[in-house]
């Protein structure tokens, strides 16, 4: 994995931006993610239910990390249930949970669909390799985001942004979240506030749908690095092998520094109102 460690944020998504395919080759090569991948290929076929699925540890701790929900594979008996759920039933456990990644799962697994229990048809090669690729491209973003939290949210974004319809999308991901409250310089108090309230402090600053053009994409990321730089300062290291890496490398392209002032302002919960 490419150190970037004591980089600014702009200069590490530079950085992982030109050495990602290296990145993944690295990650498919690694023998624990090899044998996990090499389960799920193998294994997946023969699974038809959320109990089969939950049974088999390694092929469903790989479609967990797929989806980026490491963090909940010991909650098997949640997740079988939220994979049994009815979709559209407001009542059911899928509809009652906050958290897009386990809709996201169970729309593209659809062990139930509208139409009831369904027996999902594993087989499908294209599908098969869509998740194995989403695993390591989960896997890229992890870890960068461990080591640059600033630029973890930056790839989150990206992979986000081109779905984005509503601010309720937007405050269902944390990440998100921090980001546009970051970018549209608004507190991250407010998270405390209301959904609805949330939503129309965002309406106000932004309109989703500018997020349709590539430039302003750009322009929403360079803010938010350089004012979480501002903020966060990294710990710069002159002798980082990163940076020998971006000395010898050709981008095609000038860094351009970018100064920001960001004035310290305190909140008050009338002020977010006014």
């Known amino acids: 994995m490419i150190s970037i460690s004591g980089l600014t944020s702009q200069t590490a998504l530079r950085l992982i931006d030109v050495t990602r395919?290296?990145?993944?080759?690295?990650?498919?090569?690694?023998?624990?993610?090899?044998r996990g991948e090499d389960a799920f290929r193998e294994r997946i076929a023969s699974i038809s239910t959320p109990e089969e699925l939950v049974a088999d540890f390694e092929v469903y701790s790989f479609v967990m990390k797929?989806?980026?929900?490491?963090?909940?594979?010991?909650?098997?008996?949640m997740v079988r249930k939220i994979?049994?759920?009815?979709?559209?039933?407001?009542a059911s456990l899928l509809n009652r949970l906050t958290d897009s990644r386990f809709r996201e799962m169970h729309l593209s697994l659809e062990?139930?669909?509208?139409d009831g229990p369904q027996d999902p048809d594993f087989s499908n090669e294209t599908w098969v390799n869509e998740i194995v690729d989403r695993f390591y491209n989960r896997q890229f973003i992890n870890e960068n985001d461990n080591q640059n939290g600033t630029v973890g949210t930056v790839l989150e974004f990206r992979e986000?942004?081109?779905?984005?319809?509503?601010?309720?999308?937007?405050?269902?991901?944390?990440?998100?979240?921090?980001?546009?409250?970051?970018t549209l310089n608004l507190p991250e108090q407010i998270s405390g506030l209301d959904l609805e309230v949330q939503k129309k402090l965002f309406e106000d600053k932004y309109d989703l749908a500018d997020l349709a053009d590539p430039a302003e994409q750009e322009r929403m990321i360079t803010r938010y690095m350089a004012i979480s730089d501002v903020l966060n300062p990294p710990q710069f290291s002159a002798g980082s092998p990163a940076v020998s890496i971006l000395q010898s490398a050709s981008f095609g392209a000038q860094f351009v520094p970018i100064t920001l002032d960001v004035?310290?302002?305190t909140f008050s919960a009338s002020q977010l109102y006014r």
């Open 66 to 77: 797929a989806f980026d929900l490491e963090d909940q594979i010991f909650g098997k008996g």
């Open 83 to 90: 994979l049994e759920s009815d979709p559209v039933d407001e």
């Open 263 to 265: 004035a310290t302002v």
């Open 21 to 34: 395919d290296r990145q993944i080759e690295v990650m498919r090569d690694d023998p624990a993610n090899k």
């Open 160 to 182: 986000e942004v081109a779905g984005l319809n509503s601010w309720f999308e937007v405050l269902a991901d944390k990440k998100l979240t921090k980001f546009f409250q970051i």
């Open 111 to 114: 062990f139930t669909t509208e």
